[in-house]
């Protein structure tokens, strides 16, 4: 190999943390346009829901139990469980689920 | 617990006796996420392994960057011999959510809270730091990133480490079942709000539908477009359309 490891993983850490920083060093105020005030506002949600979906099923060995997880979860949040209880629920499911299914 | 995440404007006007307690909720919400990051980065060693990198090398690689897919893709560099600017080119195409995720924050924060405080909770985002993060109520309080940041970091390095340590997976069945912990958590902050807001359970349920239909392997090997592209094309599209057709007036969550 010509280029060192280190460098690389170094490059890595870099770019990628400058990414984050970046925006936060650049809007430092309120936005005040009402559109990107709005599209800021769907971003986290709909950037969590398009990773959660169709990946917990292709998460696990068995995409029906990663399906079923999925379900109970939007049930249990859906009912006021927090983070944690959910995130526990969904790990369980998979757990027992696929002792039978796989 | 979920009524603590969502009615509690007034910790805004006291910052510094909610301090101390924020960081350790940071903490308690970061729990899960470690241990969602510990399977996750102990196959990620598995991989590291292969590409040459040893246990230290993973440790401080993940320790500072904190990037799933885009120290997977890296790693393959490694094996590759790519050259730096392509490192640099795979490190902005698989983070570049993370732009718009650290552009949504910019907003989360108090007018007063210093730039260095915000240099340092930008470097915490993560998918699953920046979903808890968003999901404090009103202005985001730093302690809270910071504990979550504090419990979830060294295990998703420790994790790296072992999976090179090991060189072998844990039990299947293990790492199959602490591989929903993540979507769990995600689950968690993205119903809430969609049960109070229609506008928002709306967009939920078409991201989930189009996410579907795009990678499905016709259609994303037809658009010739990796996951990560595929999660920010989604998001800017979806996100927009939400925003022209029902704009959020957010002075009603502050």
């Keep these: ?102 | 617990m979920s009524s603590a995440l969502h009615c509690f404007p007034i910790c805004d006007i006291m910052p510094f006796m909610k301090r101390e307690n924020d960081f350790l909720k940071g903490i308690r919400d970061g729990i899960p996420i470690g241990l969602g990051y510990f399977a996750v980065a102990f196959s990620l060693g598995f991989m590291a392994k292969k590409c040459g990198l040893s246990p230290f090398q993973g440790f401080i690689g993940s320790f500072f960057t904190r990037a799933s897919a885009g120290e997977y893709g890296v790693y393959t560099m490694v094996v590759q011999d790519a050259g730096y600017f392509a490192v640099v080119a795979m490190s902005l195409v698989t983070n570049l959510r993370y732009l718009l995720m650290s552009t949504a924050l910019s907003q989360k924060f108090n007018p007063e809270v210093p730039l260095f405080t915000r240099i340092l909770t930008g470097c915490c985002v993560t998918d699953e730091i920046f979903g808890i993060s968003i999901a404090y109520p009103g202005y985001l309080n730093p302690a809270y990133t910071f504990g979550a940041f504090t419990i979830s970091t060294p295990l998703w390095a420790l994790g790296t480490m072992s999976g090179i340590i090991a060189g072998s997976v844990l039990p299947d069945s293990i790492v199959s079942a602490l591989s929903v912990a993540l979507y769990g958590m995600f689950i968690a902050i993205i119903i809430p709000p969609s049960k109070k807001d229609k506008a928002v359970g709306i967009a939920v349920a078409v991201s989930f539908l189009l996410s579907y239909v795009v990678r499905r392997p016709e259609i994303s090997g037809m658009l010739n477009l990796n996951s990560g592209a595929i999660t920010i094309i989604l998001t800017i599209l979806i996100s927009a359309a939400a925003a022209c057709i029902k704009p959020h007036d957010s002075e009603a969550e502050k």
């Design chain 1, 1 to 102: 190999m010509t280029h060192s490891i280190w460098i690389y993983i170094l490059v890595m850490i870099l770019s990628t943390n400058l990414i984050r920083v970046i925006p936060l060093i650049l809007i430092r105020g309120q936005i005040s346009n009402r559109f990107i005030k709005s599209f800021l506002y769907y971003v986290p949600y709909v950037t969590l829901a398009v990773m959660t979906f169709p990946a917990i099923m292709e998460a696990t060995n068995s995409p029906v139990a990663g399906g079923i997880a999925l379900v109970l979860g939007i049930i249990a949040a859906w009912m006021g469980l927090s983070l944690f209880p959910v995130s526990v629920l969904c790990c369980m499911t998979v757990l027992i689920l696929e002792f039978f299914l796989v």
